[in-house]
């Protein structure tokens, strides 16, 4: 039987914590750990190949097909938020999945350190990468990792979203002192439809469910960025929301604050 890909919604706002491990480095609450664990559990070993066949131009059903749609659309809004020519910048793809979005930096020139938790995807996305002839460091583990060493700008297409808020805002602060210039990130919008939607997905058994989706309105994600004194240096210039069919996020751009108040969606 084909896997599901259906997410569960969480409800549960997650403890409050500072985000650091006794090293000051890694955001490592109880909540963060075992979500962490459980989307390393899911995506190598129940959804691997259903993500396979949705990042490529396989034949999929009428819903996965918006979501293959939306999932390109983000994609392509990411990008425009980046220079043409990126050579000499270092990036990080936190969450590369089966990497395709690390290909499209790299052939943009940058230099791409591309991680996930699914060893079976980063294996994909290395041979697809190697396909492409375009040269990245794809790395199976943390994106927290301090190990990775610093960027000038991170991009986490779709891999927070199943975080709690207070855990996304410290895996942000985490990340932000290896970062010179940007943060891309999505969340997905907290909105009632929304949950009726994603709702659905609690009528399939447990172990057919994608690990808990967490909606975050706008609002919540600005209050808890100007609530952290980790990010006190980064400003939230630019967002745009992606609707396709089953697929729904918003994309937000950080920017250090020494590189003013440009909103990147009019560049």
Same mark, same amino acid.
């Given at each position: 039987?084909?896997?599901?890909?259906?997410?569960?919604?969480?409800?549960?706002?997650?403890?409050?914590?500072?985000?650091?491990?006794?090293?000051?480095?890694?955001?490592?609450?109880?909540?963060?750990?075992?979500?962490?664990?459980?989307?390393?559990?899911?995506?190598?070993?129940?959804?691997?190949?259903?993500?396979?066949?949705?990042?490529?131009?396989? %034949?999929?059903?009428?819903?996965?097909?918006?979501?293959?749609?939306?999932?390109?659309?983000?994609?392509?809004?990411?990008?425009?938020?980046?220079?043409?020519?990126?050579?000499?910048?270092?990036?990080?793809?936190?969450?590369?999945?089966?990497?395709?979005?690390?290909?499209?930096?790299?052939?943009?020139?940058?230099?791409?350190?591309?991680?996930?938790?699914?060893?079976?995807?980063?294996?994909?996305?290395?041979?697809?990468?190697?396909?492409?002839?375009?040269?990245?460091?794809?790395?199976?583990?943390?994106?927290?990792? %301090?190990?990775?060493?610093?960027?000038?700008?991170?991009?986490?297409?779709?891999?927070?979203?199943?975080?709690?808020?207070?855990?996304?805002?410290?895996?942000?602060?985490?990340?932000?002192?290896?970062?010179?210039?940007?943060?891309?990130?999505?969340?997905? %919008?907290?909105?009632?439809?929304?949950?009726?939607?994603?709702?659905?997905?609690?009528?399939?058994?447990?172990?057919?469910?994608?690990?808990?989706?967490?909606?975050?309105?706008?609002?919540?994600?600005?209050?808890?960025?100007?609530?952290?004194?980790?990010?006190?240096?980064?400003?939230?210039?630019?967002?745009?929301?992606?609707?396709?069919?089953?697929?729904?996020?918003?994309?937000?751009?950080?920017?250090?604050?020494?590189?003013?108040?440009?909103?990147?969606?009019?560049?």
């Amino acid at each position: 039987m084909a896997t599901r890909i259906t997410p569960e919604v969480s409800t549960n706002p997650g403890p409050s914590f500072d985000g650091t491990s006794p090293g000051g480095s890694h955001a490592t609450s109880v909540s963060y750990l075992e979500r962490r664990a459980w989307i390393g559990e899911y995506f190598d070993r129940t959804a691997s190949a259903a993500w396979k066949t949705l990042t490529s131009d396989a %034949p999929v059903s009428r819903i996965r097909a918006t979501v293959r749609a939306g999932r390109d659309q983000m994609r392509e809004t990411l990008l425009r938020w980046m220079a043409p020519d990126l050579r000499g910048v270092r990036i990080l793809d936190a969450g590369c999945g089966t990497g395709t979005l690390a290909i499209d930096l790299a052939k943009r020139g940058a230099e791409v350190v591309a991680i996930d938790l699914s060893p079976t995807l980063v294996d994909h996305a290395r041979e697809r990468a190697e396909a492409e002839g375009v040269e990245i460091d794809f790395r199976s583990g943390d994106m927290l990792d %301090p190990a990775l060493g610093e960027f000038d700008h991170v991009v986490a297409m779709d891999s927070l979203i199943h975080y709690d808020l207070p855990d996304l805002v410290a895996a942000l602060g985490a990340l932000a002192p290896r970062v010179r210039e940007k943060m891309l990130i999505t969340v997905v %919008p907290g909105t009632p439809m929304l949950v009726a939607m994603r709702a659905i997905g609690r009528l399939f058994p447990k172990s057919d469910r994608a690990p808990a989706i967490v909606p975050v309105s706008e609002r919540a994600f600005r209050m808890a960025l100007l609530g952290s004194p980790k990010l006190d240096t980064w400003g939230m210039v630019g967002t745009r929301l992606v609707e396709r069919g089953f697929y729904r996020s918003m994309a937000i751009a950080l920017h250090h604050s020494s590189l003013g108040t440009t909103n990147p969606s009019r560049r």
